[in-house]
């Protein structure tokens, strides 16, 4: 069995676990205190007219997103932006500061002001920083699959090319002798081996970063859609159904140059485009259809979304400093060159920036 089908055998499940448990706890919350429960009555709020709006927000979203993660997909053929191009780089490093602010701005503050919300128990939610905590967990758990699939592929790759380390010795040793007698083609055929083994090192790695990157957008996707469809506030959705096109079309920028980067094959590429473009109009639906007992200021609800986007944080956060920003910035060909580096950091500060400003509306 291919290591990337297994790792996305292993990572569905987990997925549709997230997912189940973010509904089952909304049908015990009807039975909670009357003012947590109560939705808030505004001129703003209007259950006939955000209709219309989610159905907007669905199509809108579905297509933005799958713009945005096609987009390097369909490009590769262009000589300016394949990924050994300096533009690449620059775009990818602007998808990855969408990214880490993201996770700074948008979701980590929903998580502490779920968490902190007058809706819960003084014992345990205002006496210890969940938020916090579980997002420090969250990251070290990323890590330790990130590095435990990371070994797993790359051990795999290495049995498919080279079964026998004894023979991959035995085979350098004799490349070295032929260098000695032969003036140097012994050593280029040597050089071979390493980069072959280099490369395909690089890409199951990419392939990690790819899957690990597509969990953690997913995850934060299906609650963003899930508090949009079951909210009835049509000032809040006008905003939402904007700021999340322009996320949604960066972030899926981002991802989609991890996956071509990862060269998977077609149907794998399919599949994670398919789920990233779904989610969020996946969560909309989802909360469209749940709105009669899912309300957002339940304390089950504010526990169960306020914990699974604090976990998200911490996995976006992780990804976009570690995988996609530092391997870039520490990577040979940042370090050659402090042009493309200021360039780079450029684009990193313009994607933060840029979504950091969102967090006004969204």
Not at 40 to 47: A, G, I, L
Not at 120 to 143: N, R, Y
Request: hydrophobic letters at 50%; charged letters at 15%; glycine letters at 8%.
């Amino acid at each position: 069995m291919a290591p990337t089908t297994s790792l996305f055998k292993v990572l569905l499940p987990i997925f549709f676990i997230i997912l189940v448990s973010a509904i089952i706890p909304q049908a015990h919350s009807i039975s909670e205190s009357d003012e947590c429960q109560s939705e808030t009555t505004n001129s703003c709020h209007d259950k006939a007219g955000a209709v219309p709006l989610k159905i907007i927000a669905i199509t809108s979203i579905l297509v933005t997103s799958m713009i945005g993660v096609s987009l390097p997909l369909v490009t590769r053929t262009v000589p300016a932006l394949h990924p050994d191009r300096d533009i690449f780089v620059v775009v990818k490093c602007f998808a990855g500061g969408i990214i880490l602010a993201t996770g700074f701005m948008h979701v980590l503050p929903d998580s502490f002001d779920m968490l902190s919300s007058n809706c819960l128990d003084e014992k345990p939610w205002h006496k210890f920083p969940f938020t916090g905590f579980v997002a420090m967990l969250s990251a070290i758990v990323t890590m330790m699959v990130d590095s435990m699939a990371t070994s797993i592929y790359s051990r795999r790759s290495k049995a498919g090319v080279n079964p026998d380390a004894d023979g991959v010795a035995a085979a350098i040793e004799g490349d070295q002798e032929m260098a000695v007698a032969g003036g140097g083609h012994g050593h280029f055929h040597s050089h071979n081996h390493q980069v072959k083994g280099g490369s395909e090192s690089q890409l199951s790695r990419y392939r990690v970063v790819a899957m690990v990157l597509e969990l953690g957008i997913i995850v934060h996707s299906i609650v963003i859609g899930l508090s949009l469809g079951a909210s009835n506030n049509t000032c809040t959705i006008k905003g939402l159904v904007a700021a999340l096109c322009f996320h949604q079309m960066f972030e899926g920028m981002g991802l989609g140059g991890c996956i071509l980067q990862a060269e998977f094959k077609f149907m794998k590429k399919v599949v994670l485009v398919f789920f990233f473009s779904a989610t969020t109009p996946f969560g909309i639906a989802l909360g469209m259809a749940l709105s009669k007992m899912y309300k957002e200021n339940s304390p089950s609800a504010l526990v169960t979304v306020g914990l699974l986007n604090a976990s998200s944080a911490g996995l976006l956060i992780y990804m976009a400093l570690v995988d996609l920003l530092s391997a870039d910035f520490m990577g040979p060909k940042l370090q050659r060159s402090i042009k493309l580096q200021i360039k780079s950091y450029m684009a990193v500060l313009l994607g933060a920036g840029g979504m950091s400003l969102l967090a006004k509306w969204a």
